[in-house]
């Protein structure tokens, strides 16, 4: 079983960047698929970033491909979300979430465990 804790969240302007971590604990991280969703209010909750177990491999939903990168640190258990070039339909809670799977997912149903949220706020 794995924890994650989310951190990094706040208020930014558009056109401004935010660097989310995701802690973890549990000794087999490093076999997990790590993934970023978010939710904004009245909406569902949506895909954002996922990384492979190695971190060789990265998938990004289109509205944030190439503004967003995703990485990870097996030795430190952390996964994090760099996320520039904000904008205002960026506004949500990020959660961070985990996959012993190896599924590789891009759906909710694909992940096991989850943090319990961070929220980001963009400003026009």
């Known amino acids: 079983q794995v924890q994650l804790v989310e951190s990094g969240g706040g208020l930014v302007q558009a056109g401004g960047s935010l660097r989310l971590s995701c802690a973890a604990s549990?000794?087999?991280?490093?076999?997990?698929?790590m993934g970023w969703f978010r939710q904004a209010p009245g909406k569902e909750r949506e895909f954002v970033a996922a990384i492979s177990w190695s971190g060789s491999r990265t998938r990004y939903a289109d509205s944030v491909k190439g503004r967003f990168t995703i990485s990870r640190d097996n030795a430190k258990k952390m996964v994090t979300l760099q996320m520039n070039s904000l904008k205002p339909e960026d506004t949500a809670v990020y959660y961070c979430?985990?996959?012993?799977?190896?599924?590789?997912?891009?759906?909710?149903?694909?992940?096991?465990?989850w943090g319990q949220g961070t929220q980001v706020t963009v400003s026009s």
């Open positions: 549990g000794r087999t991280f490093s076999s997990y698929v």
């Open positions: 979430a985990a996959d012993d799977s190896g599924r590789f997912g891009t759906v909710v149903v694909d992940y096991n465990y």
